[in-house]
């Protein structure tokens, strides 16, 4: 079993910065792939970015490219997201999720392990 914790949500203005964090515990996550998800109201969950084990074959949702940075620290076994240039369309709660198998699917279904998510509100 693997748990995950994100942290670093909040409020922040419009074309601001925000860093998540996903700590994992109960199992190294080095092999596993990473994503981050997130939910705005009244909306499905929706991919927005996964990244391999070795920290290779990123994937980003064209909404996020050039904006959002995803990466990893196998030592410590966390994932971080650095949002900057935020907008109010990134208003959402995130999530981490974790995978056991390779390769950066944007399918949620096909990812094993969940954060609680953490919520994210950009104010125009």
């Known amino acids: 079993q693997v748990q995950l914790v994100e942290s670093g949500g909040g409020l922040v203005q419009a074309g601001g910065s925000l860093r998540l964090s996903c700590a994992a515990s109960g199992r190294t996550i080095s092999s596993y792939t990473m994503g981050w998800f997130r939910q705005a109201p009244g909306k499905e969950r929706e991919f927005v970015v996964a990244?391999?084990?070795?920290?290779?074959?990123?994937r980003y949702v064209d909404a996020v490219k050039g904006r959002f940075t995803i990466s990893r620290d196998n030592a410590k076994n966390t994932v971080y997201l650095q949002m900057d240039s935020l907008k109010p369309e990134d208003t959402a709660v995130y999530y981490c999720?974790?995978?056991?198998?390779?390769?950066?699917?944007?399918?949620?279904?096909?990812?094993?392990?969940w954060g609680q998510g953490t919520q994210v509100t950009v104010s125009s």
């Open positions: 990244i391999r084990w070795s920290g290779g074959s990123i």
């Open positions: 999720a974790a995978r056991r198998y390779s390769g950066s699917t944007p399918f949620k279904g096909e990812y094993d392990y």
